[in-house]
């Protein structure tokens, strides 16, 4: 069955992994602490520094290696597949044992359960592993199968469509199966429950990308660079590192803004948990439908420029809601506008590493979407590390407490600590995407001198 699917319908099906790839992550980004903190009541500051560690440190080692090891093997069903394929049934065992603490009871007697502490560390530790395997792996199909821009852009669309199911799942259903589930089956049944059907959801749509997934016997012949010299190169690429920092940028307000909804939504508008499907929902519509206006946007004035124009957008809609939403009614007008900036972000966003990808190629010789993938994945996951440390920050500077109704006082303190997160993210972002060299008409050079390289070598 892999690879059985071909052209469009190939396309299309390799693109509905990231169904899971969103699913999860949005999972983990929204509800992961919401849950530790509000309902176990864990101590948030046990919370955000397990996040830290298990989405930070924890990635300095998994993400590169991964990436490296991926590069490095030789399998009849490739060097990509093997992982997809094998490691998708443990992603869903653990994804399920994160939602399933060692308690009796919720709430927690005491917030200082060390126990408690240690179950969510190693089990989100050990999930983070099989799961970067396997998304590293997927990943870096992309720009091995798909080489030319408006394939990928295409592509980019499937996927990120498919992105958007796995958020309307994650984001929008996933509320109100936790809210059923809980009244029906107990808080802790509940959510772990929601954590075996969402788990199995993505596990399937990670399956079901290998009917469209190939690998070119050509590049894994070919090989890759010894360790040192792999990581050296990818390290002092200034197209990489620019680029790896763009997108850290991205993931980390995203990442903070699906942590704070929930708070947000509770405290601030006045809201049930259930009302984030209402605030999310313009988000997702307006995505989809603006997609092709970004791809046509992409195509005419590069990746670069069109990144820069929607992001920045995005971040000035973001602080409307932070500083001035008021009500889940203002909150929707909002978040129409963020969907339309923010579709152009999702969609342009993942043709960065690509383009780094092919000026390596011309460089060394050799496709290492493994490790620069890795690597990108291993900055990436930084967001969430630094997520942790916002939201300690948000919550003790603030004066926040679970439970309760905030003081006015804490509200004000709670949107200015969060706005200027999001500004010191677009500032770093914009200062990143100065000093990255790939413009439109650079990714056009490299793109015929690789052309030129493959015919030489007789590659298709």
Same mark, same amino acid.
């Given at each position: 069955?892999?690879?059985?699917?071909?052209?469009?319908?190939?396309?299309?099906?390799?693109?509905?992994?990231?169904?899971?790839?969103?699913?999860?992550?949005?999972?983990?980004?929204?509800?992961?602490?919401?849950?530790?903190?509000?309902?176990?009541?864990?101590?948030?500051?046990? $919370?955000? &520094?397990?996040?830290?560690?298990?989405?930070?440190?924890?990635?300095?080692?998994?993400?590169?290696?991964?990436?490296?090891?991926?590069?490095?093997?030789?399998?009849?069903?490739?060097?990509?597949?093997?992982?997809?394929?094998?490691?998708?049934?443990?992603?869903?065992?653990?994804?399920?044992?994160?939602?399933?603490?060692?308690?009796?009871? /919720?709430?927690?007697?005491?917030?200082?359960?060390?126990?408690?502490?240690?179950?969510?560390?190693?089990?989100?530790?050990?999930?983070?592993?099989?799961?970067?395997?396997?998304?590293?792996?997927?990943?870096?199909?992309?720009?091995?199968?798909?080489?030319?821009?408006?394939?990928?852009?295409?592509?980019?669309?499937?996927?990120?469509?498919?992105?958007?199911?796995?958020?309307?799942?994650?984001?929008?259903?996933?509320?109100?199966?936790?809210?059923?589930?809980?009244?029906?089956?107990?808080?802790?049944?509940?959510?772990?429950?929601?954590?075996?059907?969402?788990?199995?959801?993505?596990?399937?749509?990670?399956?079901?990308?290998?009917?469209?997934?190939?690998?070119?016997?050509?590049?894994? &012949?070919?090989?890759?660079?010894?360790?040192?010299?792999?990581?050296?190169?990818?390290?002092?690429?200034?197209?990489?590192?620019?680029?790896?920092?763009?997108?850290?940028?991205?993931?980390?307000?995203?990442?903070?803004?699906?942590?704070?909804?929930?708070?947000?939504?509770?405290?601030?508008?006045?809201?049930?948990?259930?009302?984030?499907?209402? %605030?999310?929902?313009?988000?997702?519509?307006?995505?989809?439908?603006?997609?092709?206006?970004?791809?046509? /946007?992409?195509?005419?004035?590069?990746?670069?420029?069109?990144?820069?124009?929607?992001?920045?957008?995005?971040?000035?809609?973001?602080?409307?809601?932070?500083? &001035?939403?008021?009500?889940?009614?203002?909150?929707?007008? &909002?978040?129409?506008?963020?969907?339309?900036?923010?579709?152009?972000?999702?969609?342009?966003?993942?043709?960065?590493?690509?383009?780094? %990808?092919?000026?390596?190629?011309?460089?060394?010789?050799?496709?290492?979407?493994?490790?620069?993938?890795?690597?990108?994945?291993?900055?990436?996951?930084?967001?969430?590390?630094?997520?942790?440390?916002?939201? /300690?920050?948000?919550?003790?500077?603030?004066?926040?407490?679970?439970?309760?109704?905030?003081?006015?006082?804490?509200?004000?303190?709670?949107?200015?600590?969060?706005?200027?997160?999001?500004?010191?993210?677009?500032?770093?972002?914009?200062?990143?995407?100065?000093?990255?060299?790939?413009?439109?008409?650079?990714?056009?050079? $490299?793109?015929? %001198?690789?052309?030129?390289?493959?015919?030489?070598?007789?590659?298709?």
């Amino acid at each position: 069955m892999i690879g059985r699917l071909k052209g469009r319908a190939g396309k299309i099906a390799y693109g509905t992994g990231n169904l899971g790839q969103a699913l999860i992550y949005h999972m983990i980004g929204t509800f992961l602490i919401y849950f530790y903190i509000n309902e176990v009541r864990l101590d948030p500051a046990l $919370v955000g &520094v397990g996040f830290s560690v298990a989405y930070g440190v924890w990635n300095a080692i998994n993400d590169p290696i991964a990436g490296y090891i991926s590069d490095r093997t030789r399998t009849r069903w490739g060097r990509r597949i093997p992982y997809v394929l094998f490691g998708t049934p443990l992603v869903v065992i653990f994804f399920t044992l994160i939602w399933l603490p060692p308690v009796k009871d /919720i709430p927690q007697s005491s917030q200082h359960d060390i126990g408690l502490f240690l179950h969510f560390l190693i089990t989100v530790g050990v999930f983070e592993l099989i799961y970067t395997f396997v998304t590293v792996g997927w990943n870096s199909l992309f720009p091995e199968m798909f080489q030319d821009l408006k394939d990928r852009l295409e592509v980019s669309i499937y996927r990120q469509v498919t992105a958007m199911i796995g958020l309307i799942i994650g984001f929008v259903i996933a509320p109100q199966i936790i809210y059923h589930f809980t009244r029906e089956f107990g808080a802790i049944n509940g959510w772990a429950l929601t954590g075996l059907l969402l788990g199995c959801i993505a596990g399937g749509s990670f399956t079901m990308s290998l009917l469209g997934s190939r690998e070119k016997r050509e590049f894994s &012949v070919a090989g890759t660079l010894p360790m040192v010299s792999a990581f050296r190169t990818t390290l002092t690429n200034r197209s990489f590192i620019t680029a790896a920092l763009c997108i850290l940028m991205i993931s980390w307000s995203w990442s903070l803004l699906a942590a704070i909804s929930p708070f947000f939504v509770e405290y601030f508008l006045g809201g049930t948990i259930a009302d984030i499907t209402f %605030i999310s929902a313009p988000i997702l519509l307006m995505a989809i439908i603006f997609y092709p206006f970004w791809r046509k /946007i992409g195509i005419k004035y590069g990746t670069k420029k069109t990144l820069i124009a929607s992001y920045t957008i995005a971040t000035a809609v973001v602080l409307m809601f932070v500083l &001035v939403a008021d009500s889940v009614l203002e909150a929707i007008a &909002v978040m129409i506008f963020y969907g339309i900036a923010n579709s152009g972000v999702n969609l342009v966003r993942e043709i960065l590493i690509p383009d780094v %990808i092919d000026e390596d190629e011309v460089k060394t010789g050799f496709r290492r979407e493994g490790v620069y993938l890795g690597m990108a994945a291993f900055i990436d996951r930084f967001a969430l590390g630094l997520t942790g440390i916002s939201t /300690i920050t948000i919550f003790s500077w603030s004066g926040f407490a679970p439970g309760t109704a905030q003081p006015p006082l804490v509200i004000l303190h709670m949107r200015i600590l969060t706005a200027t997160i999001f500004i010191i993210a677009l500032a770093c972002f914009l200062t990143a995407m100065k000093f990255y060299p790939l413009s439109a008409e650079k990714v056009n050079e $490299v793109r015929s %001198i690789l052309e030129k390289l493959r015919r030489e070598r007789g590659i298709a």
